[in-house]
């Protein structure tokens, strides 16, 4: 058991490692103050329905990271969102990301089928809200090998992972990193 836990950290260090040092697209980070940006990745509907109206309450946004193959289905988090949801949030003035169609594993799927689930995505977007575009995608489950990592950032102004760790100094936009909690 010990041995199993010191593999699958030693794998997750690589991978973080190896996303961080290849195909970055640095910006200086110029601000003196802190920023806070709340997201929900794969959400469910309870995540906009009360996530943003304390949101709201407040005069803030949230960004949702939408799967639209993942649309009404269950979760461990609840009931994903549906296709109301989605134009709800829109017009509530909170944002809309990518999370690929398939909600496609970011180290274990290969980049093609990877980008082609975010095409899928764009598609979803387009068919069902004709005219609205994502600027920002939300890899899913962990970060990305390098070379899903570069065609992602082809796609989007920014691409977020997670990796616990705060934004400072120079930021990659294809891997602006995040501290992430999960409720359920």
Known sequence: ???MKFWLRAQ????????????????????????????FDDFPGS???LGGSILSRYGARGTYYVSFGLLGTEAPTGRICVLDDVKALLVQGHE??????AHCH???TNPDVFEESLINNKRALNDYLPGRSFESLAYPVVGPRPETKRRAGRHFRACRGGSQMFNSGSLDLNLLKAWTWILI
């Open 1 to 3: 058991m010990k041995l």
């Open 12 to 39: 997750g260090r690589y991978q973080r490692t190896v996303s961080g040092w290849f195909f970055r697209r640095t910006v200086p980070m110029s601000v003196s103050v802190p920023y806070i940006s709340f997201t």
């Open 47 to 49: 995540a906009f329905h």
């Open 96 to 101: 809309l990301g990518c999370h690929t169609f």
């Open 106 to 108: 970011s180290w274990d």
